[in-house]
């Protein structure tokens, strides 16, 4: 091995290790690693310039932008609806399984689960059943449903992006179909009949009205006439340094609903508060207020007017939420956004909540001003998970959106234009007709990602220039002397599946499609073949929460545990397995 190979596999095994801790942002430690290649002599800085500007960077931005386009026109709203109103458990876990898995074939996987996630979890609760027999198998249908097209996840579109580089044409839109379709239609009926029946009952999220009725954390204090806190205001309250939070105050006949910092607190005023024993006692103790909550408790229509909401939340994995407090980012005067209770895999957390640092997966039970619900949940890097009424969705912008997205669509298919000039031309004629603004379409790119697939492109570039892809690939060689290919081919797909479940799957990508390659062209085979079992590995990773984000999304609102994740997964991965192997080898043969 050369010094140069040496230190090209030296930084790629450090941002690889890296990644699977999971302790410095993913994107962070793709251009760290990027710029040491640099300097390090490993890396011209002209291929780093194209890594970012590479067809697939490109793609994923527009494909991105497209379906973001697609889930605010309310194209799924008409399906989401039909969901509610079908009866039975099989047929319900057939149908919410299978219809996220048509859209995350059209539509990125992510935004398709974010879609039909708060679906889920309302008919979970209209049929009384528990929220995690729907929500594991609702996420890796959603992986799965990214197998079937080229813009169903980004790990197709990296592997389309390579084949073009190294053979001079990318896949198609539907190249990925044969062997996609046969996975998820297995996939699919496996996890309808069976594979929800191997989780435990988990209790899941926050179910609000079950969180409302306990009286031992909310209560009403009465102020009385002549009392010491007459004529301060709530920022003034919120000194006395007591995990105490007032989330309503009832004057007369107006009711506040999270009123502001600045609200003064005046004599008969009526305060809904939030807080547990120790703390409300502390607080009966220090002040002169009186409890006058009533036999019946509090009611969830006290935490609402028309202009606040009560919603769950649940936090994406890149949220700039995460490793902060609710205290630290000022959330109620910054942001307007009281927060009154997190839930962390099903159990609701206790202690000072102002003061816990959020986690991917959280979920989150806030108020907020209606109107501003929408831009909260952008700018927070998270989905909704509750059943509130939706705006009827224009028509006309339905049918623009359609038309747009079909026609995009349909070039792509024929061949006629490549997929990132075609949708990035598709993205730029919804924004100029007004069916996205530029703030929504900036919102719609999950730039993290973006980062990290151009920092893992020049990686990836790294190792195929240092001659460190070839190296790895000969010692495969030796190592399965005698094997026949198609183990080899399968080989190759479990060690992706496998590398998948623990880093990013783009890494994956762009780590293993260079190996693969290079391992068909030393055997004599076609690359194809090798290049299939990198795509399906990279988007089947159903054995940890880590492995995917739709993964980690239903982590909480679900009450999962990392086993629960084995016991679905597991068997999952060996289908995928005994489908996808035979599927490529016959369709893309060696």
């Not at 941002?15 to 793709?30: H, N, P, T």
């Not at 509130?388 to 792509?412: C, K, M, Q, Y």
Request: aromatic fraction near 8%; proline fraction near 5%; hydrophobic fraction near 50%.
């Amino acid at each position: 091995m050369e010094l140069g190979q040496g230190f090209v596999f030296a930084v790629v095994g450090i941002a690889f290790a890296l990644f699977m801790s999971g302790r410095v942002r993913y994107d962070v430690v793709g251009l760290v690693a990027t710029m040491v290649l640099v300097f390090g002599g490993q890396l011209p800085s002209a291929t780093v310039f194209r890594g970012f500007a590479n067809d697939a960077v490109l793609s994923v931005v527009a494909v991105m932008v497209v379906g973001r386009a697609v889930r605010l026109a309310g194209a799924t709203e008409p399906f989401a609806a039909l969901l509610l109103k079908s009866r039975g458990v099989l047929a319900q876990t057939f149908a919410i399984n299978g219809t996220v898995m048509f859209f995350s074939a059209v539509m990125n996987n992510t935004g398709a689960l974010a879609v039909f996630l708060p679906v889920a979890v309302h008919m979970s609760r209209a049929t009384h059943r528990l929220a995690s027999a729907l929500l594991m198998p609702l996420a890796f249908a959603s992986l799965l449903g990214g197998l079937i097209t080229l813009i169903g996840t980004p790990p197709n579109i990296l592997v389309s992006s390579f084949r073009q580089e190294h053979l001079g044409e990318a896949y198609a839109l539907l190249d990925f179909s044969p062997v996609g379709i046969g996975v998820a239609v297995v996939g699919w009926i496996f996890l309808s009949t069976i594979g929800w029946r191997l989780l435990p009952p988990r209790r899941g999220s926050l179910v609000t009205e079950r969180l409302l009725g306990m009286d031992r954390y909310f209560s009403e204090l009465e102020v009385p006439v002549g009392s010491e806190l007459s004529g301060r205001t709530l920022r003034d309250f919120s000194e006395l340094d007591l995990d105490v939070n007032v989330v309503g105050i009832a004057r007369e006949e107006n009711r506040m609903v999270a009123p502001l910092a600045e609200e003064p607190i005046l004599d008969g005023d009526v305060l809904l508060v939030e807080a547990d024993g120790g703390a409300l006692q502390e607080l009966l103790h220090r002040t002169d207020l009186r409890d006058v909550t009533s036999a019946g408790g509090v009611r969830p229509e006290q935490f609402e007017t028309r202009d606040v909401v009560l919603r769950e939340i649940v936090i994406a994995p890149r949220s700039p939420l995460i490793g902060r407090s609710a205290a630290g980012l000022r959330m109620r005067w910054r942001f307007g956004v009281n927060l009154l209770a997190i839930s962390r895999q099903g159990a609701r957390i206790m202690r000072r909540i102002p003061d816990v640092r959020f986690r991917a997966g959280d979920v989150l039970v806030i108020q907020v001003r209606q109107e501003a619900f929408s831009d909260i949940l952008h700018q927070f890097k998270c989905y909704r998970l509750g059943d509130e009424d939706h705006p009827t969705p224009s028509i006309s912008r339905l049918l623009v959106t359609l038309f747009i997205f079909g026609s995009a669509v349909t070039l792509v298919a024929l061949g006629l234009f490549p997929l990132g000039i075609t949708f990035l031309a598709a993205a730029l004629l919804l924004v100029l007709t007004s069916v996205l603004n530029t703030r929504q379409a900036i919102h719609a790119v999950d730039w993290p990602v973006v980062i990290l697939l151009g920092s893992t492109i020049c990686m990836g570039a790294a190792l195929e220039h240092s001659g460190g892809a070839e190296t790895l690939a000969r010692s495969v060689i030796a190592g399965t002397q005698g094997w026949p290919a198609w183990s080899i081919v399968g080989a190759l797909l479990v060690v992706t599946m496998l590398l998948s479940n623990v880093v990013n799957n783009a890494a994956t990508v762009v780590m293993m499609a260079p190996i693969a390659y290079t391992l068909a062209v030393d055997l004599g085979r076609s690359p194809d073949t090798f290049l299939m079992a990198v795509s399906v590995g990279a988007s089947s990773c159903f054995l940890t929460p880590i492995g995917h984000q739709c993964n980690t999304l239903v982590l909480g609102p679900g009450g999962y545990r990392f086993t629960d994740y084995l016991r679905v997964g597991a068997p999952l991965s060996v289908l995928v397995i005994l489908v996808a192997l035979p599927l490529i080898l016959h369709f893309w043969p060696l």
